[in-house]
């Protein structure tokens, strides 16, 4: 695989999903860190795998929530359902291109990944 594509790619997935934890008021110092550790491990993941450089943007953004979740709770928190429990947006399609962050509850697409500002409530 050409460097330049895969640095590209990882890139694009960090800057990607700084933008939607920026979004959620979230892009503190020690997140900013778990999106590097994501961006790390997947550099590695294509270097093994070459053909899922375009997959990368929705992995980075499935194990930063991966983590979040882990350490901080669900992230990002659904802005479509009002009622109920709060709810994390999953990453579709898990493994595939163009990665969206859709509510699985209400069967809708919130918004393409890093561009959570357009619809995330302050």
Do not use: F
């Not at 790619?9 to 997140?31: F, K, P, S, Y």
């Not at 930063?64 to 979740?69: E, F, I, R, T, Y």
């Not at 990453?91 to 509850?105: A, I, S, Y």
């Amino acid at each position: 695989m050409e460097l330049n594509r895969l640095e590209q790619a990882l890139h694009t997935a960090r800057a990607l999903v700084m933008a939607d934890l920026a979004a959620g008021d979230v892009a503190e110092a020690e997140i900013v860190s778990l999106v590097e550790d994501a961006v790390m491990h997947r550099r590695w993941w294509v270097e093994q795998w070459p053909e899922g450089v375009e997959y990368v943007v929705g992995l980075v953004a499935q194990d930063v929530q991966d983590a979040l979740l882990e350490r901080y709770g669900r992230w990002p928190l659904c802005p479509v359902c009002d009622a109920g429990d709060p709810h994390a947006l999953d990453v579709e399609p898990e493994l595939g291109p163009d990665p969206r962050w859709v509510c699985t509850k209400a069967t809708v697409m919130v918004a393409r990944v890093g561009a959570l500002s357009g619809v995330l409530r302050r």
